[in-house]
């Protein structure tokens, strides 16, 4: 069972248009929503996360919007870029569990010149 | 500081066969944890280990085990391989700070193949 769900699969933009990604999660504990990056070869790394205590983090390009009520998050990359280009994971976790992360199955970004 | 560092970077088994694989977390990093990363399945949780001891356990067969050493360096086995068995096996360090947020950092992975 799939604990958190990503889409879409695959995406594919224009150099300086909007990237979204969007993850929707079931159980209402988790209290912790990275979104992590992925090259080719390389392993991933955290991007930007979010707690559900707050709607909307920004990080120079990139935006994290939480709804919780929906039980739904996303992240918006502005003005992507060809080096934006690289494989999206998003994640949740519960509290106090140690180091336990439930991931999407990704989301492969393709940025056009 | 040296990144969590994976060895080796590639392997290829035959199914029946058994496979460890290594991982050097930070320095400093107490928690170490597995992930199996497949297309179709993204990443998903094997175990994680914490002051040698494991602290959580994801949905895989006890073909799937691992340990933690005193210098929190990790190591995870599989015995009888099969051929669903190959996949990217990511390990990823954490500082721990008893933080619910704390980052994990991952290596760049070992590829295994069965054949």
């Known amino acids: 069972q799939q604990q958190v769900k990503q889409s879409p699969q695959s995406l594919i933009v224009q150099k300086g248009g909007i990237s979204i990604i969007n993850c929707a999660y079931e159980?209402?504990?988790?209290?912790?929503f990275p979104w992590y990056q992925q090259f080719p070869g390389k392993g991933p790394a955290l991007l930007i996360a979010i707690r559900p205590d707050v709607s909307e983090k920004k990080e120079g390009r990139f935006t994290i919007s939480f709804n919780k009520s929906a039980k739904q998050f996303s992240l918006h990359i502005m003005d992507s870029q060809p080096g934006d280009s690289a494989t999206y994971f998003c994640a949740a976790s519960w509290p106090n569990t140690g180091n336990q992360f439930y991931f999407g199955t990704g989301t492969s970004l393709t940025v056009i010149p | 500081k040296a990144g969590v560092t994976q060895t080796p970077r590639y392997l290829i088994k035959t199914r029946g066969q058994q496979v460890t694989l290594s991982c050097s977390p930070i320095?400093?990093?107490?928690?170490v944890s597995w992930y199996q990363q497949t297309p179709g399945q993204g990443l998903q949780f094997l175990f994680e280990y914490f002051s040698e001891t494991q602290r959580n356990k994801g949905n895989f067969p006890g073909r799937f085990s691992g340990r933690q050493f005193s210098n929190s360096r990790s190591e995870m086995n599989v015995s009888t391989l099969e051929l669903g068995d190959s996949a990217l096996y990511l390990c990823?360090?954490?500082?721990?700070?008893?933080?619910?947020?704390?980052?994990?950092?991952f290596g760049p992975g070992t590829r295994l193949t069965v054949l």
């Open positions: 320095s400093g990093h107490r928690s």
């Open positions: 159980n209402t504990a988790f209290d912790y």
């Open positions: 990823a360090s954490s500082p721990d700070r008893g933080l619910s947020t704390d980052t994990q950092y």
